[in-house]
Nanobody
Framework: VQLQASGGGLVQAGGSLRLSCAAS????????VGWYRQAPEKQRELVGM???????RYSDSVQGRFSISRDNTKNTVWLQMDNLTSEDTAVYYC???????????????????WGQGTLVTVSS
């Protein structure tokens, strides 16, 4: 099972980016997907998740600015990020899991293996 996050880059505050998470080697539609981020010297945090049924939930820090969508025919999940601030600067990761809500989301697989992620840098 491989998930690869991509689409990061440098953006000015107030701008937008869309990240992609592509999966291979699995029956993608059975799983929820969580987007995480880790800023320098901070713990990794769950930004938001989308259930297998397509319902999405978000952390308070991004609610109203970020949205998650998925296309099971393409084995892909997207994270649309709008009105970015410097606080959103981080490496972003995606992870398969189970759960229908933000608090119930549980990642699966090797929790020590997060891959390279994709770096988002927001300049102020």
């Amino acid at each position: 099972v491989q998930l690869q996050a991509s689409g990061g880059g440098l953006v000015q505050a107030g701008g937008s980016l869309r990240l992609s998470c592509a999966a291979s080697g699995i029956t993608f539609r059975r799983y929820a997907v969580g987007w995480y981020r880790q800023a320098p010297e901070k713990q990794r945090e769950l930004v938001g998740m989308i259930s297998s049924g397509g319902s999405s939930r978000y952390s308070d820090s991004v609610q109203g600015r970020f949205s998650i969508s998925r296309d099971n025919t393409k084995n892909t999940v997207w994270l649309q990020m709008d009105n970015l601030t410097s606080e959103d600067t981080a490496v972003y990761y995606c992870k398969l899991g189970f759960g229908a809500s933000y608090n119930s989301f549980r990642p699966i697989g090797d929790l020590d293996a997060w891959g390279q992620g994709t770096l988002v840098t927001v300049s102020s």
